[in-house]
């Protein structure tokens, strides 16, 4: 059974950076397609980036694109979603998740496998 552990939140000011890690086991996750989701209070989960299984798709939402960037490294088994030029509004739980389909969309209905979260809070 895959599972997933994020890791890399913590705070950091308006403008600056961090680089979230999302570690698999259990399987593979080349044949995956992994999403990275987040969920702020008082907000229902969305959708960040995802990419698809082979890198058959690309997703960054709207408020993300330009500043952030889903990577993969199928020889270490993990994921990754650097984000830089951080805004307050980006202060939320971020997940990693597998869709086993590998379709790579922006529905989180689609993803089996997730992870327990970590936060990421943006604030000077």
């Known amino acids: 059974q895959l599972q997933l552990v994020e890791s890399g939140g913590g705070l950091v000011q308006p403008g600056g950076s961090l680089r979230l890690s999302c570690a698999a086991s259990g399987s593979p996750l080349d044949t995956y397609a992994i999403g990275w989701f987040r969920q702020a209070p008082d907000n229902p989960r969305e959708a960040v980036s995802c990419?698809?299984?082979?890198?058959?798709?690309?997703y960054y939402a709207d408020s993300v694109q330009g500043r952030f960037t889903i990577s993969t490294d199928n020889a270490k088994n993990m994921v990754y979603l650097q984000m830089n030029s951080l805004k307050p509004e980006d202060t939320a739980v971020y997940y990693c998740a597998a869709d086993p389909w590998g379709y790579g969309q922006q529905y989180d209905w689609m993803y089996d496998y997730w992870g327990q979260g970590t936060q990421v809070t943006v604030s000077s």
């Open positions: 990419i698809g299984a082979s890198h058959g798709s690309l």
